[in-house]
Each structure stands twice: as structure tokens, then as C-alpha cells.
Nanobody, 122 residues
Framework: QVQLVESGGGLVQAGGSLRLSCVVS????????MGWFRQAPGKEREFVAR????????DYADSVKGRFTISRDNAKNTVYLQMETLNPEDTAVYYC???????????????WGQGTQVTVSS
């Protein structure tokens, strides 16, 4: 069973930075496409970023492009989300997810972490 554990969330002022981490266990990490999603109160879960198994392909939502960077360290079974220039609209619970396919649709991700709260104050 694949398990994902996120960390790194917290409270930050607008303009600040955070780095989220997601450690994956129980699967062949290099074969997993990894994604970050977020869900704000009263809103649907939305795609943030994704990365292919070997890190050669990355994709971002327009709302975070140029501010967020997804990366992975396959030796550590870990995927990261570096978030810069945060604004209050980035406030949400952030989830990492693992998929065997390549998609930004949350329905195609098989495994999910519990989420980590990111709160950006104005």
C-alpha cells in the first residue's frame, strides 16, 4: 500500500515562502507521477503542479506558474513544492498525490496524503 505524508505547511505573511514535502512509502517511487493539489474552504480541490517519475516533465496551474516549483528526489522518495511570493488566495489545504498516469485531473490519482494547511495572511 502506497502511503504519502506531507509536511511543511504553516502560517506565512503575504510575499513569503514555504516549502512543502511529501514522503512516499510502499511503492516504486520512480514509476509514480506525483502531483500537488489544494482545496480552499468552500471550493473544489484544484490542481497545482505535477511531475513525471524521473522529473523530466513538469506542469503547473496558471495561478501558480512562475511562483511555485515542483521537484522530486527519487533517492529519498520525496516530492517537494517550493512556494514563493505567496498571497492570501494561496490559502488552502495542500495535498500530494500519486498516479500511474500523467494527468492534472485529481480523479486519476490513486493515492493521497492527509494534507497540510497553508495559511497566508495579508
Amino acid at each position: 500500500q502506497v502511503q504519502l505524508v506531507e509536511s511543511g505547511g504553516g502560517l506565512v505573511q503575504a510575499g513569503g515562502s514555504l516549502r512543502l514535502s511529501c514522503v512516499v512509502s510502499g511503492g516504486a517511487f520512480v514509476f509514480l507521477n506525483m502531483g500537488w493539489f489544494r482545496q480552499a474552504p468552500g471550493k473544489e480541490r484544484e490542481f497545482v503542479a505535477r511531475i513525471s517519475g524521473r522529473g523530466t516533465y513538469k506542469d503547473y496551474a496558471d495561478s501558480v506558474k512562475g511562483r511555485f516549483t515542483i521537484s522530486r528526489d527519487n533517492a529519498k522518495n520525496t516530492v517537494y513544492l517550493q512556494m514563493e511570493t505567496l498571497n492570501p488566495e494561496d490559502t488552502a489545504v495542500y495535498y500530494c498525490a500519486a498516479s500511474g498516469g500523467a494527468s492534472s485531473s485529481p480523479e486519476t490519482y490513486y493515492y493521497w496524503g492527509q494534507g497540510t494547511q497553508v495559511t497566508v495572511s495579508s
